[in-house]
């Protein structure tokens, strides 16, 4: 960094400081890699404080858990960047407040009916591979699973650990519903390890260590925008692709009611929809198709969405661990 | 008897302190939990790949750590002092490092198999059980052929002159000299690799290949977080708990103290008679190499990887890595203010002992959640991020810093106790003019380790982020958390750099230091 | 005088009764058997074992409880006298001072307490660079500064060539009558005690006998002795 601009920075938190002491705050939790500055978090910063006369306080970390540890004494005003997974456990707290918000025109590929839990982007998992380097890559779930054992190697992400790995359990019980275990027994073979978490499979699948990586369908987007590669792709199949949402949400014991609202409406706001596509790489949960990025309106995409809703997937998750811990024991 | 008390307070502090760090948080989280919760069948599985991978990891680092060290000890050459802190290297890399190191080289595609496929020969696979033990295997040898090496110096080298009179071969010192010597080192070392592998999450779930290769401490974080069962992670915390302790008792029933009396700090010159001749040179060279490959390979991977990287990292990294270098030198602060005054303790109070090695038993994530819920009636929780980071990762180094002190302090004890105390040498001056000068090297070397165990950690304490601080492993993850893998790679290599920096800089400050 | 005033001193199944004195300034050799307690004796009168019983009296005043380092004596291992780490002067700055602080004054006394020990100009260096008889003079002149009325010796100079022991032992019984030192020497060569040491103590069967003069004793060995000394 050069120094002028690190004294520009200096300053610049000199005077956020200052204006802070007579602003309101609306703290936010959210994920780490929401506030970096490859994150989306400093944008939402910038856009909310320009119209909020407010500060905008991330506090990153483990969200929900800080949240339930705290209860009602959290000092959170708004939480960001949930996954489904946890929504049935967040919604049983009672701590969360309705966001209030029409999600009728929403651009997701279900219909959204949550009154609590508002998506603010999406995107559908998929297996991503190199074209140059691939040559036979799937073209349906059961040809993925029909392949010969050495056809090609993946890495998932735990299910324990992981909203990816958890959401491809739900994705093989959706379309195998009872063969689920079977499904699990023909992909485990050809799966070459389990990481913690997203991070280190896509890693693994960047250094050329795998052939296949569990994603997500907006992936190649990275690597086509910022890098011109065009090589990533991700594997369409006919039978459906399970949906992400990343949610956002208000808290009861806000102090600050109405900038929470005024945060959830800002979610929501063509800006933040605009901006949320390259910073998060995902779908925005409402803008319509002609205002993506060209990029994303080319990228290849399933034609039917699966996704589970709350209480099912819930009831389904430990069963479903249990034949997937099963198949790998094998 | 007051003064007996006065000199033992500093060690009951130190031990209340990691006692309430991982006993009291596992009890905060279980009291929230309304109790214990009993296991499951798939926890039970969890207990025994657990143990079972730990004990094998432990066995053989230890095994191949032998000639290593001996050989270390035997020859000189030019480079050998660099090059034990070099091998020293993987013992302190960040784990994720590693394992991306450890996969350019072992790994499908990486050079061994590369290698393996001119000759025709089948690739090896690095997942599974056999992953999870090589890379155990990569991290510990280091410690092990450390703590043996030392073992071999701390043999007066009036004993080995002794036995060069006395026309001993190399057998009969291995028997005479060197058996009882690893006799007394071998269980410490053995229990402190299965105390670090008994707790592995990332490397045991990463090259695992899979839940056959399910840890406690991945049990306990699906207790947590998939199953939001905090009794049972509660229940399976204490489990972990009680495997170490256990394992402690028995390493101390099994273990007994060399005993080789005080030199008179000559330097140690290996004796020719002694070291045999060419043939066990060729052997010794051998071993040398073979480690270094093992050991350095994988770290030059990541090196090569990601130094190229480096030029397009972005600006956030260097603020980063300020935090990262001055929380590593608070860290090492507190462990050596913890570590000293339980080793001292230790050799004479077992207690003391136990408190030191707590640490190395508690599950990052029971301790964060435990902390949190003891903290939060009282202050806000990320008023104490800062404490809380130091404190936790000062405690991860206290048990490895208490293990290298402990058998110098035995024989400073040993050695010159009754004439300490006979000068009526005591309290600060003790500290000043006999415990640190002799206690040198060992302290720079718990120092180099706490700073570099400090400079790899993610953060586990994440409950406490402020969202404010950010240290160069969480900037690392943020990269690659954001798809940007080349200059996570080359940020995992000034990780790297900055890290063994600073762990060589301390121990070779320790051995300046010693006024031997 | 020291009193020994019916000590005790039990350790599993082995046990020392003492009961006697020793005028001040008298030299006095502690023989006996190996395993007799002449060694233990010897930690209980410096402080590095507590006795099971009675108490131990310099001139009129206890010390039974007192710390090794605050009592009325100095001591003299069989090695280990020394910190090999510290200059010879650091070594006996710690005579003066269990700080190790020293000011000019000082500089002064350990530079005569050298040149009286026959180490004129040795005192910046390491132990380790020293001989054995050369050590064992500068834990010597460390007693001398440390100018405490009673020396223990157990068995200080046991490693040293006969020449050099000889040597040693009239330095010490030339220092120990200057400043009128009451010395208490274990010993297993019965040559050392009369060199140094008018009287003797003998250890057997459990019991330290009152001093009688050593060349009556070793002249007239009772058994107990008699087998010891072959």
Known sequence: ?330 | MAARLRAIAPAVLAAAVLATLVLGTLAAVAWRAGGLSGLRGTDLSAIRFTLWQAALSALISCVLAIPVARALHRRRFAGRGVLISLLGAPFILPVIVAVFGLIAVFGRRGIVNVALGHFGIEPLSIYGAQGVITAHVFFNLPLATRMILHGWQAIPSERFRLAATLGFGPAQVARQLEAPMLRAVLPGAFLAIFLVCLTSFAVALTLGGGPRATTVELAIYQAFRFDFDMGRAASLALVQVAISVTALLIAAKVSLPARFGAGHDRLAQPIAQLSGGGGRVGLDALAIALATAFLLTPICAVLLRGLPAIPTLPAMIWPATLTSLWVAAASVLVTLAVALPLALAATRHRWAEIAAMLPMTASALVMGTGAFLIAQPFVNPTSLALPMVLLTNAALSVPFATRILMPEIRTLQADYDRLAAALGLRGLARLRLLTLPRLARPLGFSAGLAAAFSMGDLGVITLFSDGQTRTLPLALFQLMGSYRMDQAAGAASVLLILTFALFFALDRLGHHADPR | MLTLDKLTIQQDDFRLEADFSIAAGSRVAIIGPSGAGKSTLLSVIAGFLAPTQGHLIWEGTEFTRTDPGARPLSILFQDQNLFPHLSVTRNLALGLNPRGKIDAPDRTRIETALIRAGLEGMGARKPGQLSGGQQSRAALARTLLRARPILLLDEPFAALGPALKAEMLALVAQIAREQGMTVLMVSHDPDDARALCPQTILLAEGRAHPPRDTHALLDDPPPELKAYLG
């Open chain 1, 1 to 330: 960094m050069k120094p002028t601009l690190m004294l520009a920075g200096a300053l610049s938190l000199i005077a956020t400081m200052a204006a802070a002491q007579d602003k309101p705050v609306l703290t936010v939790y959210a994920p780490d890699y929401f506030t970096s500055e490859w994150g989306p978090g400093p944008a939402i910063e910038k856009g909310f404080e320009a119209r909020c006369d407010c500060t905008l306080k991330f506090v990153a970390g483990d969200v929900l858990p800080r949240v339930m540890l705290e209860g009602d004494k959290t000092k959170a005003d708004v939480v960001i960047g949930l996954n489904t997974d946890v929504t049935a456990k967040a919604r049983a707290t009672g701590l969360f407040a309705p966001h209030n918000e029409d999600t009728s025109d929403l651009t997701m590929p279900v219909k959204w009916t949550d009154p609590i839990f508002l998506p603010f982007d999406w995107s559908d998992l998929a297996f991503v591979y190199d074209k140059t380097k691939l040559k036979n890559p799937p073209h349906s779930f059961q040809e993925l699973l029909d392949a010969p054992d050495d056809a090609y190697k993946i890495v998932i992400e735990d299910p324990r650990s992981s909203i990816a790995g958890l959401s491809l359990l739900l994705w093989v019980k959706d379309i195998y519903g009872d063969k689920a275990g079977e499904a699990w027994a023909k992909l485990a073979p050809k799966v070459l390890t389990v990481t913690p978490g997203w991070s280190e499979a896509y890693g693994m699948f960047t250094d050329g260590e795998a052939d296949m990586v569990l994603s997500y369908v907006t992936s190649p987007a990275y690597h086509i925008m910022a890098e011109k590669d065009d090589s990533k792709v991700a594997a369409i199949f006919p039978e459906g692709h399970y949906l992400t949402p990343e949610l956002a949400a208000q808290l009861k014991t806000s102090k600050h009611p109405k900038l929470a609202q005024a945060f959830m409406d800002y979610i929501l706001s063509p800006e933040f929809q605009k901006m949320i596509v390259t910073a998060n790489w995902s779908f925005p949960a409402k803008l319509p198709h002609d205002q993506l990025p060209e990029v994303f309106r080319d990228l290849p995409m399933p034609d039917k969405t699966l996704y589970l809703p709350e209480a099912e997937a819930e009831k389904l998750r430990g069963p479903a661990l249990d034949e997937w811990q099963r198949a790998f024991a094998r």
